[in-house]
Structures are given as structure tokens and as C-alpha cells.
């Protein structure tokens, strides 16, 4: 049976720091395209970010792009994101989610992973 979990989320005040962890039981993340996708009050849910860990290549979405790190730890099996400066705008409840390299079509849609987190909550206060 596969899970993941991710944790890490809280509450912080703008332009602080979060490093958010997922961790899988039943799955290795070897060869794996492993995302972070988060969903705001009242909003769809976006892709923030995503790493292969085949490669080691990684998307970042615009709005996130110089202050959140993706990364993949294989000796762990963990997948990280670091956020840093932290906004207001960036509250929301984040998913990791996962999914076999190459098995996907569009690896920013929700519809192309297997395997999801059940989500930490990120509030930003200002």
C-alpha cells in the first residue's frame, strides 16, 4: 500500500521560512516525477513545483521561482521544498504527489500523479 505524507507546513510571517518533507512508505522515488502542488482558499489546485529524480530537472511555477527549492534525497527517500520569503499569497494547503517517470502526459496536472500526500497547511501572515 502505498503513502505519502507531507509535513513541514505552519504558520509564519511574511518573508519567513518553511521546509516542507514528503515522505513515501510502499514507494521509492527513484525514477519517479515528484511534485508539489498547492491549493488555496477558494482556488484550484496549481503545481508549485515538481523534480525528476531521474535527472534531476524541476519546474518552477512564476510566482515561486528564486524563493522555493525542490529537491529529492535518495539515500532518505524524501522529497523536500524550501520555501523561503514567504508571502501572504503562498497560504494555501500543500500536496506532494508522485508518479512513475514517463508515465504521465502533463506533469503540471493534477490528473497525471498516482500517489498524493494528504497536504500540510502553509499560512503566511502579513
Known amino acids: 500500500d502505498v503513502q505519502l505524507q507531507a509535513s513541514g507546513g505552519g504558520l509564519v510571517q511574511t518573508g519567513g521560512s518553511l521546509r516542507l518533507s514528503c515522505a513515501a512508505s510502499?514507494?521509492?522515488?527513484?525514477?519517479?516525477?515528484i511534485a508539489w502542488f498547492r491549493q488555496a482558499p477558494g482556488k484550484g489546485r496549481e503545481a508549485v513545483s515538481y523534480?525528476?529524480?531521474?535527472?534531476?530537472?524541476?519546474y518552477y511555477l512564476d510566482s515561486v521561482k528564486g524563493r522555493f527549492t525542490i529537491s529529492y534525497d535518495s539515500a532518505k527517500n524524501m522529497v523536500y521544498l524550501q520555501m523561503n520569503n514567504l508571502k501572504p499569497e503562498d497560504t494555501a494547503v500543500y500536496y506532494c504527489?508522485?508518479?512513475?517517470?514517463?508515465?504521465?502526459?502533463?506533469?503540471?496536472?493534477?490528473?497525471?500523479?498516482?500517489?498524493w500526500g494528504q497536504g500540510t497547511l502553509v499560512t503566511v501572515s502579513s
Open positions: 504527489a508522485a508518479v512513475v517517470s514517463g508515465d504521465y502526459d502533463d506533469p503540471l496536472a493534477e490528473y497525471s500523479y498516482d500517489y
Open positions: 510502499g514507494y521509492f522515488f527513484d525514477d519517479s516525477n
Open positions: 523534480i525528476n529524480s531521474n535527472d534531476g530537472s524541476t
